[in-house]
């Protein structure tokens, strides 16, 4: 499957951004997605991450209740909308795809394919 993620920019603190990441290829309704980011000199951590139907979310502490990951199966496409946005939410965000089980584990690890990422900038 490829990943193609979009909808980084330039925000101020408190601001609001959307990302999508649309998937061509394999069967998207097969994978459960997740969105991670990286900031410099950082690893990749798990954002959010949805099952497979949409029915099962996680989200990384930072993010609660700031953050919305959904999905379009017709679409192909996971969404991820950022509001609030903190200047320590500037990294770059990846979309990535995992073919295997619904677990609890987000590590990047168990993620099969993955978008090229998109820059995410929040000025204080």
């Known amino acids: 499957v490829q990943l193609q993620a979009s909808g980084g920019g330039l925000v101020q603190a408190g601001g609001s951004l959307s990302l999508s990441c649309v998937a061509s290829g394999r069967t998207f309704n097969t994978f459960h997605m997740g969105w991670f980011r990286q900031a410099p000199g950082k690893a990749r951590d798990v954002v959010a991450a949805?099952?497979?139907?949409?029915?099962?979310?996680y989200y990384v502490d930072a993010v609660k209740g700031r953050f919305t990951i959904s999905r379009d199966n017709v679409k192909n496409t996971v969404y991820l909308q950022m509001n609030s946005l903190k200047p320590e939410d500037t990294a770059v965000y990846y979309c990535?795809?995992?073919?295997?089980?619904?677990?609890?584990?987000?590590?990047?690890?168990?993620?099969?394919?993955w978008g090229q990422g998109t820059q995410v900038t929040v000025s204080s």
């Open positions: 990535a795809a995992s073919s295997g089980f619904w677990n609890g584990d987000y590590h990047p690890r168990n993620y099969d394919y």
């Open positions: 949805i099952n497979w139907n949409g029915g099962s979310t």
